[in-house]
């Protein structure tokens, strides 16, 4: 996966995003500041037009993952920004310098994410947020990358890290939100899908596409 697997990636989460942007401010009124879609959706165009403008452009996905943090953390308010923000920033700073990343270092950046998020956000598996969909990806993907065929083909790894992305984000309803804005509300928290969840499912089901994308040129 190289630089451009990487603005690939953005690329399509800001589609993604903007395409759900109704769907996430409509979870995301039920328990929190019915703002998530708008928010995300302004953030990611963003990073978008960050990546496209950039002089020198990004030299490496470690770059494309650092500009993309800086520009969320700068473009979307309420808690999504620092913390999305500083997931990908970290990844990026995990890859390093390097030209091409594989599956393994790429299942280790966003692990590195996910600490950040856990540490911000003082959240863990089962508290109702980003984390509940995030955790079980990045434990399905470095799983699946055991089993990796020899020709290092990686689609069907993501494919299976964006469905536990999107089991753990519907695996929220049932929860009681026991961090962040929804935590407010007490037992009336439970029976909604979790908007962080379920926008960390979408970008990772981005990733899946990408992936899916760039095999099949």
Known sequence: MDTAF???WIEEIAHVIADQRDHLTKLDAAIGDADHGANLDRGFSAAREALAS???PPATPGDVL????????RKVGGASGPLYGSAFR???KTLGDAPEVTPAALAMALEAGLAVVQRLGAAEEGDKTMVDALAPAIRTLTAALEDTPADGSY???LEDAARAAAEGAHATIPLLARKGRASYLGPRSIGHEDPGAAS???ILAALSTTA???AAK
């Not at 650092?66 to 953390?73: A, D, M």
């Open 66 to 73: 650092t500009l993309t943090g800086t520009t969320l953390i």
């Open 6 to 8: 990487f603005v690939a």
């Open 200 to 202: 960390t499912a979408l």
């Open 54 to 56: 950039a002089d020198p």
């Open 90 to 92: 970290q990844m990026g």
């Open 155 to 157: 689609g069907p790894v």
């Open 212 to 214: 899916a994308a760039t």
